[in-house]
């Protein structure tokens, strides 16, 4: 039985999934938390996917206004992809239309039906998804899926305070550990000396210090997803508004992310070492921030890490989370999606709190399946058949299996729910077209052939339009607010409660004044 959990690392990953396990099983387990009070979390901007808002409200119990104001977090509606065909732009959302107009979710509006109608008329606008770039956010958030723009030093405040008084925090940093192979011993710590567990939960981050020392295999992703390094720089929002997107702008080396936070832009510079040097990254990443900000890189911090997976997240006593468990690259914001994913996992397979090896394997196949998704869904924004630069030629000739096949399919037929693998269930089909439709696989000739080749095609068309004219009566008859007048009317009530919690402070201190 599993009675005592001790997670290493003071991170998100830590500290998440200690929230997750603390609420999922209450008093049956007792929980402590390891980290290094001397490894300060970096305020780097971080986008997240909706799975990531579902933790915070569901399990820690945080409205939407809460976390805003705790995590000082800007709304994410989506990703806008510039340049990754030269001088163009699309944009990947998250789900707009999502119910049926009573408020009940419609299983058939996360089909692909009435993107054939819209691809053929040359009326696409995202499917169910949102499609637009803007700085505005639905009236009523309640009702769509959503994600966050955070900082992550504010993030890890946020969890440390919520955790203070529900699992065992110990400021400690660890010096030793003591394996088998099979299993974790025991740790020592500097300070208050040594740990023994039933669980140890290694989140620690790229180099994980406890799964390393077991018996694993590292599956190396770098081939299909070579990217390995960043050069991250905040600068200063000038523009007035606050962006309801992560920007993603290509480049000849790789690509920029750009996320919006209250006050500035979390910015950095991606890259693969293979064909890219860190003096060659920071040129043309400087290039780019006078352009867009008109300030020059100050940054001298270059994030490293290798692409790929541990081959199992479980072995023996030691559960491996977060990027201590595997990183390729944080295009799409997947890292948040992954830890709560493989989080919630576990837990499920392992809701009795008893070593079983049956359960190990099934999360070790979840572990495999995943990163393997990932990989796909990722190397498939990479499919514009570039040329113009070492790594763009790579990403051309390094296609998976999975990608070339689809590349293939489009051109001759299109994506249905009746002849595609079960992979495009991990996302929704209008999640595949946004991107496909972004880089120009779709071939109208075969979306014609695809139709006249289904049993009474007349009613498909018939019923695609159908569709398509629901999903755009129900997006005009949103309603839509200022993003950044949203935020600042947060931050006005708030300031307000706090100058009244001050007055009744006041109230309640003994008067200084002299009796009159």
Known sequence: MIKNIVIVGGGTSGLVTAAMFQDF?????????????????????????????????????????????SLDATIKLGVKFKNWIPNEEYYHGFGQVVNDGDG??????????????????????????????????????????FAYHITTDKLVEFLFRYLKDRVTLIPDKVIKINSDGENIQNIICEKTGIYEADL?????????????????????????????????????????????????????????WQIPTRERFGTGYLFSSKFTSDDEAKEDYNKWLIK????????????????????????????????????????????????TFMVDTFMSLNSTLKHLQYNRDRLNMVQNRIFFDYTQFLNLHYCTNRDDSPFWRHMTDNKTKWVQTMEEKCKHEFLDLFRTDDMLDYWGHDNYIQVMNGIHMFNKDAIKDFINSRFKNE??????????????????????????????????????????????????????????
């Not at 009070?37 to 808002?53: A, L, M, Y």
């Open 292 to 339: 867009n900000h008109g300030v020059q890189l100050e940054s001298d911090r270059i994030i490293k890490w290798k692409t790929g997976h541990w081959k199992k997240a479980w072995v023996g006593n030691c559960l491996a989370v977060g990027l201590s468990g595997g990183f390729i690259e944080p295009l799409e914001a997947l890292t948040h999606q992954y830890l």
């Open 459 to 516: 009613d498909l068309m018939s019923e695609s339009r159908k569709q398509y004219e629901f999903i755009e009566l129900m997006k005009r008859k949103m309603s839509f607010v200022d993003h950044k007048s949203f935020l600042d009317e947060l931050q006005l009530v708030e300031d307000e409660e706090y100058m009244i919690g001050k007055e009744l402070e006041t109230l309640k201190e003994p008067s200084t004044l002299p009796y009159i």
């Open 104 to 145: 009940k979710q419609n299983d058939e509006l996360s089909s692909n039906v009435a993107s054939l109608y819209a691809l053929l008329n040359n009326k696409y606008t995202g499917g169910i998804n949102f499609n637009e770039a803007s700085t505005a956010i639905p009236n009523d958030l309640k009702d769509y899926h």
């Open 25 to 69: 099983w209450k008093q049956k387990a007792n929980i402590s938390v390891i980290y290094d009070p001397n490894n300060k979390t970096i305020g780097v901007g971080e986008g997240t996917t909706p799975s990531f808002t579902d933790v915070l409200k569901n399990t820690l119990g945080y409205s939407t206004e809460d976390c805003i104001r």
């Open 200 to 256: 140890f939960v290694d989140a620690t981050g790229f180099d994980p210090i406890l799964m390393k020392e077991l018996n694993n295999e590292w599956v190396d992703l770098s081939n299909h997803l070579p990217i390995d390094s960043a050069i991250p720089q905040p600068v200063d929002n000038n523009t007035g508004n606050i962006p309801t997107y992560t920007l993603s702008e290509a480049t000849k080396h790789g690509w920029i």
